[in-house]
């Protein structure tokens, strides 16, 4: 033990002191369970990564750059009914991986695409990710989607996992 931390610390004499004295120790332990935290993070995964082309409604469909399996889980559930059935018309693989906190991803589609939404497709505190185009297209057709403006889903048990791509 180095000599500060043996030395006894004098007690403050005013309630302002000691709030103080109790801010300063509580900065001390928020700090080192933020360093805690980090590093129980999540392990990075490699996600594949696609260009799509998404029906969005019978006639009408946009190109999205970039995608991985979650957000195109989430898009197919999305848009398979006003599609009039699958709604990713065309996947070609960019042949590059995104790597990607789970918790981080997750994050990042609840901005996109409201949290209510990506909740029920990925929950809890380390949320489990399709790691395949293919198992998140079905998961994706597989799900009843209720109004989902409004982020209202019920999920339906989706098919066992296919072989990998």
């Known amino acids: 033990m180095s000599e500060e931390q043996t ?16 801010a300063e120790a509580q900065k001390k332990l928020t700090a080192a369970e933020l360093a805690a935290e980090k590093d129980e ?4 995964i490699d996600l594949p990564v696609a260009d799509i082309e998404l029906l969005v409604m019978k006639g009408h469909s946009v190109h999205k750059p970039g995608v991985t399996p979650p957000e195109v889980l989430i898009l197919t ?16 693989l960019t ?45 994706g057709v597989t799900s009843i989607a209720k109004d989902l403006s409004l982020g209202e889903i019920n999920l339906t048990p989706s098919a066992p996992e296919p072989a990998a791509e």
């Open 41 to 44: 993070a999540m392990e990075a």
């Open 7 to 22: 030395k006894p610390t004098a007690l403050p004499e005013s309630p302002d002191e000691l709030r103080a004295l109790l």
């Open 77 to 92: 559930a999305q848009f398979h009914k006003e599609a009039g059935g699958l709604p990713i018309k065309d996947i070609k």
């Open 95 to 139: 042949g590059k991986t995104r790597k990607v906190d789970p918790r981080a991803l997750v994050a990042e589609l609840c901005r996109k695409y409201g949290a209510a939404k990506v909740k029920a497709f990925f929950p809890g505190a380390e949320p489990r990710l399709p790691m395949t185009f293919r198992r998140a297209i079905g998961i």
